[in-house]
């Protein structure tokens, strides 16, 4: 692995803890840009590089540096999301397997929409996981797509459109100076 390569990982790992911490809101639903990063970085550094970083991103978290959106160290894989935290590594590879067949913006789209499926695939039961087993509560299926995803899907939306948008400018200067 070439030192740039290092670099890269290591800097998309750093964005998506700085975005654990930039949030807005969007209607109900409180929106952080972590999603946006992984899929930049899926986007920008391919499958492998991608999904490295956003593992570097949750090792660090769980080794107890304060870098997800509610703190950090092991115990985190308690809190229900975590689901989402650990769906990030492979939402990025998914997203950068696609996009590096083909830099079209439909493409772009579909590597996107198809991160996001994966990010959800993986978030969701794991909240049904701690909800219903560790904690002994009780959510559904219909809970878990009205609370922990309707409300969210706007705001994955536009991080995606803005992805599409400014992955292959980026891209282009990365090449250039490279």
Not at 91 to 110: F, N, Q, Y
Not at 135 to 162: E, Q, R
Request: hydrophobic share 55%; aromatic share 12%; net charge positive.
């Amino acid at each position: 692995m070439k030192t740039r390569d290092l670099i890269y990982c290591a800097l998309f790992a750093a964005l998506t803890a700085i975005g654990a911490f930039l949030h807005f809101q969007l209607f109900q639903a409180t929106i952080t840009l972590q999603f946006f990063f992984t899929a930049m970085a899926g986007l920008l550094l391919g499958a492998k590089l991608g999904a490295l970083s956003q593992l570097l991103y949750v090792a660090l978290g769980l080794v107890g540096v304060p870098i997800f959106a509610a703190g950090g160290g092991f115990g985190y894989i308690f809190n229900p999301t975590f689901g989402f935290l650990l769906g990030l590594i492979p939402t990025a590879w998914v997203i950068g397997k696609i996009a590096e067949k083909d830099r079209s913006v439909p493409r772009l789209l579909l590597a996107c929409f198809a991160g996001l499926a994966v990010l959800y695939l993986v978030g969701l039961p794991y909240i049904a996981l701690i909800v219903n087993v560790y904690k002994g509560g009780n959510v559904s299926g219909m809970t878990l797509a009205t609370a922990y995803m309707l409300p969210y899907l706007p705001g994955d939306c536009l991080k995606i459109v803005v992805s599409v948008i400014l992955a292959p400018r980026i891209l282009k200067a990365m090449e250039r100076n490279s």
